[in-house]
């Protein structure tokens, strides 16, 4: 029984959720009219004008619902629809009296693709017609949400090896600055290190959005423990923690000094 009851309310539901999406049509040239109240909502309903049709904008829509009802008990009432060179009688069909009315079951009308207009012509003046259709459902537009890391710039790839593991590395130079962003509020830090060679000591600055943050300056001390392609002399890492980011923030490292630098930018986890 408890089984049943969900199932009914499920159903219930559903019949609701149909009935909500349906929305009613407005004939071009409707004649008088009158309000039937239902369940399903209050809407006025449309007669033509005597031995004349009525017409509806069809363009766009794939089915028509056709509801109708009669303030006179009539025998084998028809509607007759034409759609474009389709033309088609239909049989109203009682489906409940109530309050003086004879209220019919609701008719589905497929248009076909390309018409613009329907014709309703119906010879009973007592019989009172209202279509309606079910909207296309509206899509939300999908919010654009950038990467949390963007990598703007960079002079090359390479990757550095430490204790058989890997990592990538964005090289920059005096000619080619190193640019990322960081977006949707994420923080990050980043790792760099400098190619060693004349015994000079490799300079670089930090930028935040077009501003200089600070200088950095390496010593002349090699690591032992990262190997990089190429390079015979690897300089001991800096870490470097990178101001607070409340939204979308652009960063540059900009070589100050003849060297090759490797930087490694990582987003720090979300609290």
Known sequence: MLKRFFVTIAIVLGITIIIAKVQPLDF??????RLLKTEEGNYWYYRSQPEKSMF????GISTIYLRSFSVAKVHKPKVIISLGKDKKTYDLTLKEQKDGFYIYDEITIPVPEGAKKMELLCYERSIYFRPFYTPAPKTKPKSFKPPNLVVKA???IINISHNGTESQYYTFNSSQSFKFTLNNGRNAIVYVRARLHNNTLPIFELYRNGELVDSYEFSLQ???????????????????????NSGTTEYELRAKSDHMFFARPVLLKQN
């Open 222 to 244: 090699r690591s032992t423990k990262y190997k990089a392609p190429g390079v015979n002399y690897l300089s001991i890492g800096k870490k470097i923690d990178l101001p607070p």
């Open 154 to 156: 960079h002079g090359g």
């Open 56 to 59: 509806l904008n069809v363009e």
């Open 28 to 33: 071009e040239n409707p004649g008088n009219r």
